[in-house]
């Protein structure tokens, strides 16, 4: 690999995770005052038409038909698709209700969920640190288990594992990762028309003629959601797992900053302890990671 190109790719992974960590939070913040339900219906049916465009202009379409060929893949995209879902659904919840600092909370363990997943799934070999790692994390769950259940971030939970389970599903099957979401994308996007439409006749929207900024505003929710995942995945491929592993970490951190610094989140003392414990586990991941790298 020359370093023009890991360099690359570096570049690429830190941009994609700090429009994930900042520009997405200020934007779905911002059009959260329409309601979470909404913006969640928005955000599943102007991806949709988003990635059908880039399906058009990158000339993909071969792929998509010989993706959807196989009853596998089909399968295994309906069941990642709900679970990409949920957690758009319940991260937008996040945001909406003020629970970023919540949401972080899961983005700073989920890849160390995805290494003890993978240890289940895949039998992938675990060294001494990954394992205090995935012990650490643990150890801060049972921590806010034990002293406080209403501290406990189910929200970040919630976002960890459904991110955690959809990579999981991805992995077990060879597909590109833009025309996987596509797909995906797909399948959501009958259910999303639908309640979309209960809600308009309802009166319930804010999306409509009458209000031009606004309605344009909600159409970035597609590129919003597609343009970092295809910058994250393109650095991914040309500087590799481990270095973008380690670059994600912008985006829980800086969501964390945005919530307790700029939303006002409250961040009690038993929280802080566990993040604490979580943040000493990252450390440690970290390490481990740059080990390798």
Same mark, same amino acid.
Request: aromatic residues 20%; hydrophobic residues 55%.
């Given at each position: 690999?020359?370093?023009?190109? &890991? %360099?690359?790719?570096?570049?690429?992974?830190?941009?994609?995770?700090?429009?994930?960590?900042?520009?997405?939070? $200020?934007?779905?913040?911002?059009?959260?005052?329409?309601? &979470? $339900?909404?913006?969640?219906?928005?955000?599943?049916?102007?991806?949709?038409?988003?990635?059908?465009? /880039?399906?058009?202009?990158?000339?993909?379409?071969?792929?998509?038909?010989?993706?959807?060929?196989?009853?596998?893949?089909?399968?295994?995209?309906?069941?990642?698709?709900?679970?990409?879902?949920? %957690?758009?659904?319940?991260?937008?919840?996040?945001?909406?209700?003020? #629970?970023?600092?919540? @949401?972080?909370?899961?983005? &700073? $363990?989920?890849?160390?969920?995805?290494?003890?997943?993978?240890?289940?799934?895949?039998?992938?070999?675990?060294?001494?640190?990954?394992?205090?790692?995935?012990?650490?994390?643990?150890?801060?769950?049972?921590?806010?288990?034990?002293?406080?259940? #209403?501290?406990?971030?189910?929200?970040?939970?919630?976002?960890?594992?459904?991110?955690?389970?959809?990579?999981?599903?991805?992995?077990?099957? %060879?597909?590109?990762?833009?025309?996987?979401?596509?797909?995906?994308?797909?399948?959501?996007?009958? &259910?999303?028309?639908? @309640?979309?439409?209960?809600? /308009?006749?309802?009166?319930?929207?804010?999306?409509?003629?009458?209000?031009?900024?606004?309605?344009?505003?909600?159409?970035?929710?597609?590129?919003?959601?597609?343009?970092?995942?295809?910058?994250?995945?393109?650095?991914?491929?040309?500087?590799?797992?481990?270095?973008?592993?380690?670059?994600?970490?912008? /985006?829980?951190?800086?969501?964390?900053?945005?919530?307790?610094?700029?939303? %006002?989140?409250?961040?009690?003392?038993?929280?802080? @302890?566990?993040? /604490?414990?979580?943040?000493?586990?990252?450390?440690?991941?970290?390490?481990?990671?740059?080990?390798?790298?």
């Amino acid at each position: 690999m020359n370093n023009s190109a &890991f %360099n690359k790719g570096l570049g690429l992974t830190a941009l994609g995770s700090f429009w994930w960590g900042v520009i997405g939070v $200020i934007y779905f913040e911002y059009i959260s005052y329409i309601g &979470f $339900i909404e913006v969640v219906l928005h955000r599943a049916i102007w991806t949709s038409l988003f990635l059908i465009l /880039t399906t058009f202009y990158f000339s993909k379409w071969d792929i998509f038909y010989k993706t959807i060929s196989s009853t596998k893949n089909l399968v295994t995209l309906f069941f990642s698709g709900l679970l990409i879902f949920t %957690n758009w659904a319940v991260w937008i919840y996040a945001v909406s209700s003020n #629970q970023i600092i919540d @949401a972080s909370f899961g983005y &700073f $363990i989920m890849p160390i969920l995805s290494v003890f997943l993978g240890y289940i799934f895949f039998n992938e070999k675990l060294n001494t640190r990954r394992i205090i790692s995935i012990g650490l994390v643990l150890i801060s769950i049972l921590f806010l288990l034990l002293f406080n259940l #209403q501290s406990i971030p189910w929200v970040g939970l919630v976002v960890a594992f459904s991110w955690g389970f959809y990579n999981l599903l991805r992995k077990k099957i %060879n597909v590109d990762t833009d025309i996987g979401l596509l797909i995906e994308s797909l399948f959501i996007l009958p &259910f999303a028309l639908v @309640a979309f439409y209960i809600i /308009t006749i309802n009166g319930f929207n804010d999306f409509g003629i009458s209000n031009p900024s606004l309605s344009l505003l909600l159409l970035l929710a597609g590129p919003m959601t597609v343009i970092p995942l295809f910058l994250y995945v393109r650095g991914v491929e040309l500087c590799g797992l481990g270095p973008s592993g380690m670059i994600f970490y912008i /985006t829980p951190t800086f969501q964390f900053i945005l919530g307790y610094f700029y939303y %006002n989140e409250v961040f009690s003392i038993i929280k802080l @302890a566990s993040f /604490t414990l979580i943040w000493i586990a990252v450390f440690i991941y970290l390490r481990d990671l740059h080990k390798d790298y």
